[in-house]
């Protein structure tokens, strides 16, 4: 008995391929919805098939196997995105609740910048090179201008920590606001400079949409948790 359906051969680049294939290329919204099918319609066609298969010239079963493994394989892949799915959504959930952890705490990171406040003072650290002799750390105003310079002797090993006590170079106490840090480190007689590290203290914690990693809010800016080195 012939039939007007298609043989299960052919439809490994036809019809059951097409609905396998639109299975892995709808995601990408490459198939039209009316194009689509589901697992149960395609076991439906799969059967409709075999039973207006040509009995005189009946289909190799392995190609039927092949069609209901292709079909397993975007299953199998539309379960695995689920899966990933599920598991970034939990990180991002461990993520955060690690973050408010950090709420209240001063974290080290690479800066030049930070918040003065009224009567405050800001500290940070430099890796000091070797043959160090001298440290210099030197704080600047919003306008540029030199607001205080002074002297730390490195440490043996590990971070050098300072700290501007917030008066200026006459003793007064330098007004609130944002100022900038540099170091120069004395080696061998010549200046180098020295790119610092800044205590921040953290306020509040997100995660960046684009990457979902987190950073922390602070009040010398955003600092991502990926910088930190040290945490107070």
Do not use: K
Not at 110 to 128: H, R
């Amino acid at each position: 008995m012939s039939s007007s359906t298609l043989p299960i051969g052919s439809t490994l680049t036809t019809p059951a391929t097409g609905a396998a294939g639109s299975a892995a290329t709808s995601a990408a919204g490459a198939v039209p919805a009316n194009m689509q099918i589901n697992q149960s319609q395609f076991l439906q066609l799969i059967s409709t098939q075999m039973q207006n298969q040509d009995p005189l010239n009946p289909t190799d079963p392995t190609q039927f196997l092949a069609q209901i493994e292709g079909l397993s394989e975007v299953s199998s892949l539309q379960s695995l995105q689920t899966s990933i799915a599920g598991l970034a959504s939990g990180l991002s959930g461990a993520q955060m609740l690690n973050g408010t952890s950090l709420l209240g705490h001063s974290v080290l990171a690479p800066g030049t910048t930070a918040t003065l406040a009224a009567g405050g003072s800001i500290s940070g650290a430099v890796t000091a090179p070797g043959g160090t002799g001298s440290l210099t750390v030197s704080v600047t105003d919003s306008a540029g201008s030199l607001v205080d310079a002074f002297s730390v002797s490195p440490a043996a090993s590990g971070y050098t920590h300072f700290t501007w006590n917030g008066n200026s170079a006459n003793g007064s106490a330098a007004p609130a606001g944002q100022y900038t840090l540099s170091v120069n480190a004395t080696v061998g007689g010549a200046a180098q400079s020295v790119s610092p590290l800044i205590y921040s203290q953290v306020q509040s914690v997100t995660i960046d949409p684009s990457t979902q990693a987190l950073d922390l809010n602070t009040a010398n800016g955003t600092v991502p948790m990926s910088s930190v080195v040290s945490i107070q």
